[in-house]
């Protein structure tokens, strides 16, 4: 599975691990992708969402119908 946020887009940041001694080699900086099960009530069924916390707290504002529109929007499929 992809460390991406379906809602926000959220993905890996890349950069350095740098030792004590200086020796610098990569890494990642994961999103914290979480999956959550809504109930999308216009389809009378469940979708699972892979969502970063900040996706999170934007669903819990604006609403999964809106969500899952945003998230339609962006081409991914629900």
Same mark, same amino acid.
């Given at each position: 599975m992809s460390a991406h946020c379906m809602l926000t887009g959220a993905q890996p940041g890349f950069g350095n691990r740098i030792s004590r001694s200086h020796r *610098?080699?990569? *890494? *990642?900086?994961d999103p914290n992708i979480q999956s959550r099960r809504y109930? =999308?009530?216009?389809?009378? *069924?469940h979708v699972? =969402?892979? =969502?970063?916390t900040k996706g999170i707290r934007t669903v819990d504002a604006i609403g999964v119908e809106a969500a899952v529109t945003r998230i339609r929007a962006r081409g991914v499929r629900v």
């Open positions: *610098r080699t990569s *890494r *990642r900086f109930w =999308l009530p216009s389809e009378n *069924r699972r =969402l892979r =969502l970063s």
